[in-house]
């Protein structure tokens, strides 16, 4: 709840960003979190430390003007908003998606600031993207977009100063021809800049994996709490895209099984467990439809403009994008039976569908402590670059596996030590929070 002090803090952000209904919501979950930290730490209240957080250091909006393969002239809009640096270089991936506006840029910024101090790496938060629709174009005009997007960006980013990565509709091929372009422009080799590379080109091991990895140790430690673990249960796992696809690989290996996933126009429901090279092979491979399995599996259903989780499972891993899971998707989860909700994508649930949840006995794990496991390896693709070293799969798997522990444990000491046991929401959100704050607090009023 807000407290008189967080609603004139609130009330500000709305009216200083208007139209802006993801961010308003992003900060709203946070700033509700905080009524017991200005009460311990009157010092935060007084230095306006969460009126600055929600102020992004800078924002950059530009014109993106590219040539389509029938020789047409395409105008889209370009975002990089570099939120916070008190902890280290602004990091954050790019997102290429129709539905992309300054709004949707900020919450995920904003989220990216408390998620990327929860993996205790020295990465401030930022976002970027555009709206641009990276959906049926050809290889070509994926490469002209990209070029045209890096030879505005680059004057604002560098491994000192801003470090993008991939997000939905950003993936390797597209950090190749921002890379590609980037290295054109400034004539510098440097590897720090982005992360998401190539292996044979300064990426790391294991980042690809890594979102989907590590949100599932993160249910893992949560499951564990519980005296319980994936193995023998059902989940369900919506999207079907990098997160997705590395979430139920795992969820695998680890003795569960994946009944479900998804794409925006509908899902797939393989009582016998989702094969996910098929699902690789379909998505990585062809960049085809996930209506396309049922082609290949007979004991699957392809269920056209569906609700994924009306899928009873006792797992639930929503890992396609914000606001997917409604007030009435988490009653109808509760009611199935389900025990545990890890959220790949970033902020899957509404507000109705987190309070549902907080108001059960279900392990919610929000996705800035779940998911950020992607920019957690991020972070050690950056250590590598810097030493000119390259690590193994299994030494830089068993990092992330040590942050992902990391990140639960504080996040389940915090909520405890400020009175909300068991919600990681409220642990999440203040352990976020507190490094950024402080090391603000450092730094004077800047
Ligand atoms: N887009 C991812 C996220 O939401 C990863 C960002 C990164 O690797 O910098 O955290």
């Not at 693709?381 to 299994?394: G, I, K, P, V, Y």
Request: charged share 25%; glycine share 12%; hydrophobic share 35%.
């Amino acid at each position: 709840m807000l407290n008189e002090k967080l609603t004139v803090v609130f009330n500000e952000v709305i009216a200083r960003n208007p139209g802006e209904a993801e961010f308003h919501q992003a900060a709203q979950e946070v700033i509700e979190c905080l009524g017991p930290v200005l009460t311990r730490h009157p010092e935060i209240g007084r230095h306006k430390i969460i009126n600055r957080i929600c102020e992004p250091e800078r924002q950059i909006i530009f014109r993106i003007p590219w040539v389509d393969d029938n020789n047409e002239v395409q105008i889209n809009r370009g975002f990089r908003v570099e939120f916070n640096s008190a902890l280290g270089p602004y990091k954050g991936g790019l997102r290429f998606h129709p539905s992309v506006y300054l709004g949707i840029i900020k919450f995920l910024g904003f989220e990216q600031i408390f998620k990327n101090a929860l993996t205790g790496l020295p990465i401030g938060g930022g976002k970027g993207g555009s709206d641009f629709n990276p959906k049926g174009k050809s290889d070509g005009e994926i490469m002209r977009f990209c070029q045209s997007f890096m030879t505005e960006l680059y004057r604002h980013i560098g491994e000192h100063t801003d470090v993008p990565a991939g997000d939905i509709g950003v993936g390797g091929r597209e950090i190749g021809f921002l890379f590609g372009q980037y290295k054109r422009i400034t004539n510098r080799y440097e590897s720090g800049v982005l992360t998401g590379k190539g292996l044979d080109w300064g990426g790391s091991l294991v980042r690809t994996e890594a979102t989907g990895y590590g949100s599932v140790y993160f249910v893992d430690e949560m499951l564990k709490v519980r005296g319980s673990s994936f193995e023998g249960k059902t989940a369900v796992v919506s999207g079907s895209g990098n997160v997705a696809i590395y979430t139920s690989e795992k969820i695998h290996e680890l003795g569960g099984k994946v009944v479900a996933c998804s794409d925006s126009n509908g899902y797939i429901h393989d009582r016998d467990g989702i094969d996910i090279e098929l699902v690789k092979q379909i998505k990585e491979v062809q960049r085809g439809r996930i209506s396309e399995y049922v082609q290949e599996r007979k004991s699957a259903k392809y269920i056209e403009g569906g609700n994924i989780w009306e899928i009873p499972c006792e797992i639930a891993m929503p890992s396609a994008t914000e606001n997917e899971i409604s007030g009435k998707d988490a009653k109808t989860l509760v009611g199935n039976g389900c025990i545990a909700v890890g959220e790949g994508a970033n902020m899957p649930s509404t507000p109705e569908a987190v309070k549902v949840f907080l108001g059960t006995e279900i392990a919610y794990g929000p996705g800035k402590a779940a998911n950020a496991g992607g920019v957690a390896t991020s972070a050690l693709e950056m250590q590598q670059n810097a030493s000119r070293d390259s690590w193994t799969f299994e030494y830089t798997d068993r990092r992330l596996r040590a942050i992902m522990k990391n990140i639960h444990e504080s996040c389940y000491e915090t909520a405890e030590e400020y009175g909300s046991p068991g919600n990681y929401v409220v642990g999440a959100n203040i352990s976020g929070f507190l490094k950024v704050a402080n090391s603000m607090l450092s730094m004077g009023v800047i």
